[in-house]
Nanobody
Framework: VQLVESGGGSVQAGGSLSLTCAAS????????LGWLRQAPGKEREGVAS???????NYADSVIGRFTISKDNANNTLYLQMNDLKVEDTGVYYC???????????????????WGQGTQVTV
């Protein structure tokens, strides 16, 4: 499984960024997918997840600002981030689990494959 993120960068507070994750060697419409981030000196935390049935979960801190979506036909995962805040700064990772219906879809421990990460700086 190969996951490749793109779309990170620097933006002023209140701005928007869109992240993309392209997957190969993986039929991912059957598994839980997620975006997780890690800020300097902090543990990796779940930001958003989307399951095989399209159900989504979001960290409380991003509800109403971030939207996760996926394109199963093209094996692509997206994260639209609006009204970005300084505390959103970090490395954002695309991740895939080897199962659907995770009990804790925002827990990084549930994910098996990771992209290399993309930096988001607000």
């Amino acid at each position: 499984v190969q996951l490749v993120e793109s779309g990170g960068g620097s933006v002023q507070a209140g701005g928007s960024l869109s992240l993309t994750c392209a997957a190969s060697k993986f039929t991912w419409n059957s598994y839980c997918l997620g975006w997780l981030r890690q800020a300097p000196g902090k543990e990796r935390e779940g930001v958003a997840s989307i399951d095989s049935d399209g159900s989504t979960n979001y960290a409380d801190s991003v509800i109403g600002r971030f939207t996760i979506s996926k394109d199963n036909a093209n094996n692509t995962l997206y994260l639209q981030m609006n009204d970005l805040k300084v505390e959103d700064t970090g490395v954002y990772y695309c991740a895939a689990a080897a199962a659907a219906g995770l009990d804790y879809p925002l827990d990084f421990a549930g994910y098996n494959w990771w992209g290399q990460g993309t930096q988001v700086t607000v």
